[in-house]
């Protein structure tokens, strides 16, 4: 069974640095691409970007480049995203994906909820 | 980057009706690459309909997809009270997907 179980809620301040997983199971970590997903308070879904595990090669959003920095580590199958500094307006529930065989996101995992707030 | 509007952004029906959801983009979907999720309060989106008109593995055949190019269609043949939800269309045609703003289909 395919599964993406991501890390717990995180309650940080501004200015705070923040890493949360995506640990995938069930299936060949390094075949498929993983594409991360905000959705902030009551709104709808963004795309963030993506990257190919096997080569940790990355896409970004436009409005995310340079905010975050989406990694993997393949060892572990792991996909990670991070912040070097929160600000309140990253307050969001954030999803990982799997982008499958025909390049549509098919396996969703569970949210993270991250909440900056001095 | 391709920019997908949907309408309308609220659709008020009443279960057994017939919904239509519209989807277009700024500019052609290549390969139809266009799918349609569904998303519940405090669940992750469930994907429906991928390649604009193909059906995800379990899903009812009351939903349908149609469209290419620019200009794409959900429809639920039958309204279920399950179904009254939060609809996101997606393209991952490009080197960057993109979402529009959702729909939002209430009871009636």
């Known amino acids: 069974e395919v599964q993406l179980v991501q890390s717990g809620a995180e309650v940080k301040k501004p200015g705070e640095s923040l890493r949360i997983s995506c640990k995938g199971s069930g299936y060949s970590f390094t075949s498929y691409w993983i594409s991360w997903v905000r959705q902030m308070p009551g709104k709808g879904l963004e795309w963030m970007g993506r990257i190919d595990p096997s080569d940790s090669y990355t896409n970004y959003s436009p409005s995310f480049q340079g905010h975050v920095t989406i990694s993997a580590d393949k060892s572990i199958s792991t996909a990670y995203l991070q912040w070097s500094s929160l600000k309140a307006s990253d307050t969001a529930m954030y999803y990982c994906?799997?982008?499958?065989?025909?390049?549509?996101?098919?396996?969703w995992g569970q949210g993270t909820l991250v909440t900056v707030s001095s | 980057e391709i920019v997908l509007t949907q309408s309308p952004g609220t659709l008020s029906l009443s279960p057994g009706e017939r919904a239509t959801l519209s989807c277009r983009a700024s500019?052609?979907?290549?390969?139809?690459?266009l799918a349609w999720y569904q998303q519940k309060p405090g669940q992750a989106p469930r994907l429906l309909i991928y390649?604009?008109?193909s059906r995800a593995t379990g899903i009812p055949d009351r939903f349908s997809g149609s469209g290419s190019g620019t200009d794409f269609t959900l429809t639920i043949s039958r309204l279920e009270p399950e179904d009254f939800a939060v609809y996101y269309c997606q393209q991952y045609g490009s080197s960057r997907d993109t979402f529009g703003q959702g729909t939002k289909l209430e009871i009636k």
């Open positions: 994906a799997r982008r499958s065989w025909n390049y549509v996101v098919d396996y």
């Open positions: 390649g604009a008109s």
């Open positions: 500019q052609s979907v290549s390969s139809s690459y």
